[in-house]
């Protein structure tokens, strides 16, 4: 399995998620630590459902990550309900796929769903 480094050509910054409960003394929320990655790709996609007067729109997209490009990157389940922030909007994750190689136990890559 091999994908070229050039079509990764996306910079995005990942954050997991922070507990509500977790507060600071005073009560302020505590901010996402927020994780550059480079090397990855994001595919956005505007979709309309309804007709007329009763359209939904909503903005899913999808992240690819390639540990063989993106070695820092580790995602596991805790990660669902994080951030992603490209191009100055954030996302929030809600799904995340994993693909792995057919005769080992390495990750290829992962696929991250967010809205």
């Known amino acids: 399995m091999f994908v070229d480094k050039r079509l990764l050509v996306h910079t995005v910054n990942v954050a997991k998620p922070t507990p509500t409960k977790d507060r600071t ?10 994780q550059v990655l480079n090397h990855v790709r994001f595919q956005d996609v505007i979709s ?14 999808k992240l690819f990550v ?4 993106t070695p ?8 669902i309900g994080g951030k992603v922030m ?17 005769f080992s136990d390495g990750v290829f890559s992962y696929e991250i769903e967010v809205v």
């Not at 003394?25 to 927020?34: A, F, K, Q, R, S």
């Not at 490209?86 to 057919?102: A, C, E, L, Q, R």
């Open 48 to 61: 309309t459902q309804g007709t007329d007067n009763n359209k939904d729109r909503s903005k899913p997209a």
């Open 25 to 34: 003394l005073y009560g302020e929320h505590v901010e996402p630590t927020w």
């Open 86 to 102: 490209f191009n100055s909007t954030v996302h929030k994750i809600t799904n995340i796929k994993y693909f792995g190689y057919p």
């Open 72 to 79: 820092e990157a580790t995602f596991d389940d805790s990660w």
């Open 66 to 69: 390639y540990p063989q490009y």
